[in-house]
């Protein structure tokens, strides 16, 4: 894969560290559920670094006042693509908990491999925030691509999209798509099989979040 000024892939040893165990198949529901939270707070950490809105306020410590800078209120909105993308919001809401949750709902046509948008439900005025959009994987880079779409359609302008695991085609395709988004994914696998699913990957992470099959 080419290397894309908008793609950001972490490397990180505690990282590489907890995506070790949420690959294995022996880890269970509740691990890997808190293993996606962790990983998502690193990478939210990493990802906002820059960017955020901030402002400054005035503080009055025990032995003088100064000026100090912190996030605008009401400034940032998490947009999960349902339903895994739900594994990773808790994992942003640690660092910013006030930020409101939108929900973009899509699902695989397993013949064609496309996706198909079902629901969408935002929060008023989002097109003035910074929308992070989260999904654990980024496959094939459909619903990434067609979630950001229509968050642009939506009037958003600040957009940032985290993936936890990420395939070259999928990741190409989005930085390709939509060149003004930042793409931030925690390791980037060999490719993708003949059904569209990552390789090695961790399986369906929708499943392994939610113990459905």
């Known amino acids: 894969m080419k290397n894309?000024?908008?793609v950001i892939i972490f490397d990180h040893p505690l990282i590489r560290h907890k995506i070790a165990?949420?690959?294995?198949?022996?880890?269970?529901?509740k691990e890997f559920r808190e293993l996606v939270e962790e990983i998502t707070t690193l990478m939210t950490y990493e990802s906002l670094k820059d960017g955020v809105p901030t402002t400054e306020i005035e503080v009055k410590t025990p032995l003088e006042t100064c000026t100090q800078t912190i996030v605008a209120d009401?400034?940032?909105?998490i947009v999960p693509?349902?339903?895994a993308g739900l594994g990773m919001v808790n994992g942003v809401h640690v660092l910013f908990p006030s930020a409101k949750v939108g929900h973009i709902g899509?699902?695989?046509?397993?013949e064609t491999l496309q996706p198909e948008t079902?629901?969408?439900?935002?929060?008023?005025?989002?097109?003035d925030k910074l929308v992070v959009i989260v999904d654990p994987m980024l496959a094939t880079g459909g619903s990434a691509c067609d979630a950001i779409q229509l968050l642009k359609n939506k009037g958003c302008k600040h957009i940032k999209f985290m993936a936890i695991i990420g395939a070259p085609e999928g990741v190409s395709k989005v930085a390709e798509a939509h060149p003004d988004v930042g793409i931030y994914v925690s390791t980037l696998d060999r490719c993708l099989n003949e059904h569209g699913y990552i390789l090695p990957g961790l399986g369906d992470a929708g499943d392994r979040l939610f113990g459905t099959k």
Request: charged share 30%; glycine share 2%.
């Open 81 to 83: 693509i349902l339903r």
């Open 74 to 77: 009401n400034s940032i909105v």
């Open 106 to 110: 899509m699902y695989r046509n397993e």
């Open 21 to 29: 165990i949420l690959r294995d198949e022996k880890t269970s529901m």
């Open 4 to 6: 894309y000024e908008n």
């Open 118 to 127: 079902y629901y969408c439900k935002l929060p008023h005025g989002i097109e």
